[in-house]
């Protein structure tokens, strides 16, 4: 059952995460903005990779498998390009700083490049395209993570469904165009609210332990998700493994899985790229040609399957959500109870 009757402000939801995040022992400015990423996620319909996450990176933090006051900073810089060393502190503040740093370049050389090593669970992607995008560039994202996906006739978790983002920037008035998709036919995040749930999974969308198709969530989490578009899923996961960890020379998916199977993703690397639409056609110019055609494909779908382009269903669900406060479903507020997060 879709059991969210309980509904939080999206700010009183960012107030409490920050608050569990500072007694954790995590500096206020990057308690402020992890939780403003994490519960934006739910705040835009996505409720696999928001604060749902919050209690595994509070144990991270406590273990010390996560860095509470990490040492963020540049390795090295080129020309538009740089890497940064997030020194495992939480993910989703060291993404926002690498994009903002890819952003910054762009701004200069036309395009920039940040790969960011050492880093955590960034949630979800969206919010770095997204930001790159509001700030007039067009971003892409992507990053490795732990094996959850089986490929190449494996019947078990062989690579990470490394997920890629891409944002378009629009006219002033308008919302970013974004595209969020991981390499599996499902994300293992929108499996496990399935599971929450109690909902049927899809032929498609993995196997159990056994190697074989299920439509069980439990099964499937226990055994692996499969890739979209079956060689075509695979080649990009791979592809996105080799420009994070192999370009970082960092540790692969199942090199970080060795020392932490807990999908805090330790050790993980991710890349951040901004393109200046001013080096180009210019930003006006792109901005209407990026409307002209998103209008042709409204024109051109028909009544019974109207046309959404990425993003526009979750930019909706903010509006909504923003008046009426932040649906949870009631598994996630026992769960914040029980790690003593207040809501109400």
């Given amino acids: 059952m879709n059991d969210t009757g309980f509904r939080v402000p999206y700010s009183t939801l960012c107030e409490q995460v920050t608050l569990a995040l500072v007694k954790a022992g995590v500096p206020s400015e990057i308690a402020a903005l992890e939780a403003e990423v994490m519960a934006e996620a739910d705040l835009l319909g996505v409720p696999s990779h928001g604060v749902r996450m919050l209690p595994g990176l509070l144990k991270a933090l406590h273990d010390g498998r996560a860095n509470c006051a990490p040492d963020i900073h540049l390795k ?18 060291i993404s926002c700083r690498a994009m903002e740093a890819a952003v910054q370049r762009a701004r200069q050389f036309g ?88 909902r ?90 990026v409307d002209d055609f998103l209008s042709y494909l409204n024109e051109s779908a028909s009544t019974t399957a109207p046309f959404t382009w990425p993003g526009e269903r979750g930019w909706n669900e903010r509006t909504e959500n923003l008046a009426l406060g932040v649906p949870l479903h009631s598994e996630i507020v026992k769960q914040f109870e029980d790690a003593g997060v207040v809501l109400s």
Wanted: glycine fraction near 16%.
């Fill in 76 to 93: 090295s810089e080129f020309g538009a390009t740089c890497m940064l060393d997030g020194d495992n502190g939480p993910g989703r503040y």
């Fill in 111 to 198: 395009v920039g490049v940040c790969l960011a090593t050492r880093t955590t669970h960034w949630g979800r992607a969206h919010a770095y395209a997204s930001r790159a995008a509001k700030q007039g560039m067009v971003g892409v994202c992507t990053t490795n993570g732990i094996p959850c996906m089986a490929v190449w006739g494996a019947t078990g978790k062989v690579i990470g469904n490394n997920p890629l983002a891409i944002g378009i920037p629009r006219n002033e008035s308008a919302a970013p165009m974004v595209l969020d998709m991981a390499m599996s036919q499902a994300a293992v995040g929108k499996v496990a609210t399935w599971l929450r749930e109690g």
């Fill in 200 to 289: 049927t999974i899809p032929a498609g969308w993995g196997v159990g332990t056994d190697g074989k198709p299920s439509s069980d969530p439990q099964a499937i989490l226990a055994g692996a998700v499969l890739p979209f578009g079956g060689h075509k899923g695979a080649g990009l996961a791979l592809m996105m493994e080799i420009l994070t960890a192999g370009l970082a020379g960092m540790a692969f998916g199942n090199e970080i899985e060795a020392n932490d199977r807990s999908g805090l993703d330790p050790g993980s690397s991710k890349l951040f790229i901004a393109l200046n639409p001013e080096a180009f056609g210019g930003a006006s110019v792109f901005a209407h040609r």
